[in-house]
């Protein structure tokens, strides 16, 4: 069965301090997709990123980027220079193609505070 | 355009009643999902509407629970009898099936008290 891990349920930086986050997943599947979301206190999930098992090149958009190593199954993401308004709870979420990528299996997020 | 709207916000019931909590899926999108977070348990998938096809329920985590869609717009998620256990945050999604990695737009969610 599908399992997504996030090892770190809070996590306390300083602004412009680096922080990466944890995301250990397991399937049986050998095609499948990562996402990590962003839900800050407002509540709404916000999408971050789509990554697919076929494609392990590491992606950086602005602060954020994602490393993929499939041999470790893990798809960590880490903020450079965090900021304040990076407080929230982020999730790491799996879907496989056995189930149609129909549901998202999602790990219990960590809790990341950035205080100023 | 709009994105995923649910209804009520915050919703607080007794011990025994039915509640009823709403989602408005983005239009055009074929694809609807319920979740619930409760505190410590993250996110846990509960049903799946897939346009006409029937639902996928194995996330309903007992017969006291329910959703239908109609119209291949607007679901109604139900539950009987609340416990105090169904107190969460129940999510709603919904997702352009025309995508294949089915990123997935999420609603601000019903915040659900049950004393």
């Known amino acids: 069965a599908q399992k997504v891990t996030q090892a770190q349920t809070e996590i306390s930086v300083v602004e412009k301090e680096d922080v990466t986050l944890d995301c250990v997943y397991e399937?049986?599947?050998?095609?499948?997709?990562l996402f990590w979301y962003k839900q800050p206190p407002s509540g709404e999930l916000v999408f971050l990123i789509r990554?697919?098992?076929?494609?392990?090149q590491n992606e950086i958009s602005g602060r954020y980027s994602w490393n993929f190593q499939k041999s470790t199954s893990s798809f960590n993401f880490t903020i450079t220079a965090s900021q304040v308004v990076d407080s929230a709870v982020y999730f790491c979420a799996l879907s496989e193609a056995n189930s149609g990528y129909s549901t998202l299996t999602f790990g219990k997020g960590t809790m990341l505070l950035v205080s100023p | 355009g709009a994105g995923v709207s649910q209804s009520p916000s915050n919703k607080v019931t007794e011990k025994g009643k039915d509640v009823e909590l709403r989602c408005d899926p983005i239009?055009?999108?074929?694809?609807l999902y319920w979740y619930r977070q409760s505190l410590g348990q993250g996110l846990e998938f509960l049903i799946y509407f897939q346009g006409n096809s029937a639902p996928d329920k194995s996330g309903l985590p007992s017969d006291r629970f329910s959703a239908e869609r109609t119209g291949g717009s607007v679901s109604t998620l139900t539950i009987q009898r609340t416990q105090q256990e169904d107190s969460a945050v129940y999510l709603c999604?919904?997702?352009?099936?025309?995508?294949?990695?089915?990123?997935?737009?999420f609603g601000p969610g019903t915040r659900l008290t049950v004393l």
């Open positions: 239009s055009g999108h074929t694809a």
């Open positions: 990554r697919n098992s076929f494609d392990e």
């Open positions: 399937t049986r599947d050998t095609t499948y997709y």
């Open positions: 999604a919904s997702s352009n099936r025309d995508r294949p990695n089915n990123e997935q737009f």
